[in-house]
């Protein structure tokens, strides 16, 4: 490590003298509890341990499991080897999860007991995995981690840079396959401290964790809260009667969510008259009335921002009451700029697509040099999504670009070429067109228009059923329209803009 250098672990240990008798992190389900002394001295037994296992610099090391204690603990782990974490979403689909696994072959995998069975049946199908271990403590089918937890600490350190890469988090499917977005330890620090400054986050916070370790914004908010010193409190699946429980008891100040989780939340709060007063701020993507009824139980404030994985969570961020609607200002080490076809910066108020260069910018895509290059042009991430800055300077959020239309159901990413590609398999469909919808609960839809072939037919749910077996069942269609013949332009193409107004109504 370089004079200049400083990397997930180097948190660590400075937390474990500045914060050593402070609470770091509770699991809400068990109780159990670790202070920053406590979480640094445990998380060199894990190191050890799959230092002895063979583990070393550049390794992946695969998570497939629900947030817990452990989850977080190897990050700290792999931060203290130079090894890269690869959180795979648990709500994928088995093909889906072998797919993410073996496209950046992870020398060791840790598995929850939720999951275990489909590990245990794919693990032959697994390039690369030498050893499988349980997630939970005294649980599941394969090596227990607390093997590897049972040492005295002692371990060598890697030599890491802020620049080394730490996480692999797969996006969307784009052009029908996913992509690894690597982020380095200097990714991750320089957000966390963003998040700190916009939530003016402090050792008397308390952070409810609730969002997904293998989602940026709940890597990211956990985190940024453990950088600064304050308590997570883990959630190892989403209650909302629990959440408001937790909320309570234990003064939580903090929490990150995309809808339907803060509706969820402020009602069960209502049901027992409770107004959450220490719930000072939210952050995330929501529906206008469900963030003004946040703000009126609570008297908190609400950001609003703009991000993906591959800005390490955020690129604007703001307080919804600064500009209602926007998605907040660039953030103070994050340049934003809006382009046109050809590159060429657009005029204020003009819509272009939103480019971005600066420390958060992730490292780039596992194994994909040509996606890179096109990515990194002249110099900018290119985002694929598109956005106008008003005379104020905020940005405000106008979609993908037609090549890269994303439907964000719940704060998933779900891009519609795969779901079409599910689609057109079923033997009654001749084409199909999808797209994002206006939704009640999940605040954005995804609807299905399909032309049968002659002579078929096929009910709705039966389409839906279908798709939700061969994908994550939160990228199958929760509407299906099914009309005589989709337009087509002059081209031959299906014409998608002239299908999406006449079907994207109010469902």
Known sequence: M????????????????????????????????????????????????????????????????????????????????????????????TEEVIFNLNDCEPKALFVGSDHAEMINEAKERLAGVEQI?????????FCGIETILDNSGLFEPADVSADDGFVIIHTAAVAGRPRGALLSHGNLLCANLTIDYYFELSPVDVHLSLLPLFHVGGLFMATASFQAGANNVNMHKFNADMAVELIEKQRVSILFEFAPILSS????????????????????????????????LTGGNFYCLYGQT????????????????????????????????????????????????GPMVFKGYWNLPEDNAHTFREGWHHTGDLGRFDEDGFLWYAGRKPEKELIKPGGENVYPAEVEKVILQHPAVDATVVFGVPDPKWKEGIKAVCQLKVGQTLDPQDLIDFVGKRIARFKKPQYVEFIPELPIKNDGEL??????KQYGGNQ
């Open 2 to 93: 370089g004079l200049h250098d400083f990397t997930f672990y180097d948190l660590i240990n400075r937390n474990a003298r500045s914060f050593n008798n402070r609470p770091a992190w509770l699991e809400a389900d068990d109780g159990r509890s670790l202070t920053f002394g406590q979480f640094k001295e445990t998380v060199d037994r894990l190191a050890s341990g799959l230092q002895r296992s063979g583990i070393e610099k550049g390794d992946r090391i695969g998570v497939v499991g629900k947030n817990s204690l452990e989850y977080f603990l190897i990050y700290g782990a792999a931060a203290a080897l130079g090894a890269i974490v690869l959180p795979v979403n648990w709500r994928l689909s």
């Open 133 to 141: 271990y349980n997630l939970e403590i005294n649980a599941g089918a």
């Open 265 to 296: 939340i402020i009602e069960a709060a209502e049901k027992t008259g409770k107004t959450l007063p220490s719930l000072k701020s939210v952050g995330g993507l929501d529906a206008p009335e469900t963030i003004e009824k946040y703000q009126q």
């Open 310 to 357: 591959e800005t390490s969570c955020v690129a604007t961020m703001g307080r919804y009451n600064d500009k209602p609607g926007s998605a907040g200002k660039p953030v103070p080490l994050g340049a934003i700029q809006l382009v046109d076809d050809y590159d060429q910066p657009v005029s204020p108020g003009q819509t272009g697509e939103i480019t971005m260069k």
């Open 495 to 500: 014409d998608r803009e002239t299908i999406k």
